[in-house]
Every structure is written in C-alpha cells, then in structure tokens.
C-alpha cells in the first residue's frame, strides 16, 4: 500500500512542477511584444518558448553558422528553406550551388539547392548539421522546417506560444 501511495505522490510533484513550468512560460511569453516582423523566443532550463505573432505566425530569429536568420516555422515544410538573400547573407553563394532539386511553394514551382548547415539555434535549442534548402526564387521569408524540428526531442503548439525541447 506504501508503494503506490509513493508513486502517486511522486507524480503529483511532477505534474506540480510542469505546471510550473508552463506557467512560467506562458507569463513570460504574454510580456513580451510578438508582431509579425518580430520574434520572441524565451528559454528556460530545457524548454524555448516561441510567441506567435500578431499575424497568427510563429516567428522565431535563429543563429544559424553565427548568423541571425528570421524564420517563419512551418511544420508543413519538409526541410529548413533558405531564401537567397538570407544564403547570401551566411555565406553561401549562388554561383557554388547547384539549383537542380525541383520543389513547390505557395509561390509556384522553382528550384533549390541543397546544403547543409553547421547548426541552427533558436534561444538554446541548438541542433547541428541540419538539411536546408536554398531557394532560386518564390520565397519571401526563409522557413523553419522539419529538417530542424524533427530533430528536436519534442516541439508542442498552444494557443499562444511554440515549446521547443532541445
């Protein structure tokens, strides 16, 4: 009988400090501003929360090769895609990528290059040697796809807020 009660008491503290966890979280999300050209990425011991913006978009800046990069995430897309400009901007030219690999985009059809980035970070989540994409055209905001998300060891929506668990 002491065993169970044990269990039981030992779980109730966990949900306990989950709770709190959130808790703290959601404060920390609900004060700060989180409007469609900004971000707001809050980390706490294991856990970063993602604000969703004005505009109902979860809008994160990463570091990505120590480069900021401002990403829409979107887990309908299947890798990290970069637009040329933010390529440009990490280094990556053009003129060494081979535009062979067809996709679709809102946009239409185009082609992209593959690369692979030394890592992505946003606010502690930090994920190394991730696939991406880099865009010829059609993409106005590089998104923060599954090549990332996936390899997290959990990401959750609320209403307000993305959880990211590195």
């Known amino acids: 009988m002491l065993k169970p009660a044990a269990i039981l008491a030992a779980a109730v503290v966990s949900a306990l400090v989950a709770a709190q966890s959130i808790i703290a979280l959601d404060r920390r999300a609900d004060a700060a501003e989180a409007g469609p050209a900004t971000r707001v990425a809050v980390a706490t011991d294991s856990a970063t929360a993602v604000s969703k913006g004005a505009d109902g978009h979860f809008w994160a800046e990463a570091k990505v090769n120590g480069r900021r990069v401002r990403f829409l995430v ?43 980035l030394d890592y992505v970070s946003v606010a502690g989540a930090k994920v190394e040697k991730v696939q991406a994409l880099v865009m010829e055209e059609g993409l106005e905001t590089s998104l923060l796809g599954m090549s990332y998300l996936g390899r997290l060891s959990r990401f959750e929506a609320t209403r307000d807020s993305l959880i990211l668990r590195p």
């Not at 990490?90 to 185009?110: C, E, I, Q, Y």
Request: hydrophobic content about 45%.
């Open 74 to 116: 979107d887990t309908g897309a299947t890798t990290v895609a970069l637009t040329a400009e933010d390529a440009l901007r990490l280094g990556l030219r053009a003129s060494d990528m081979d535009f062979r690999h067809p996709v679709s985009t809102a946009a239409g059809k185009t082609k992209a290059a593959l690369v692979e």
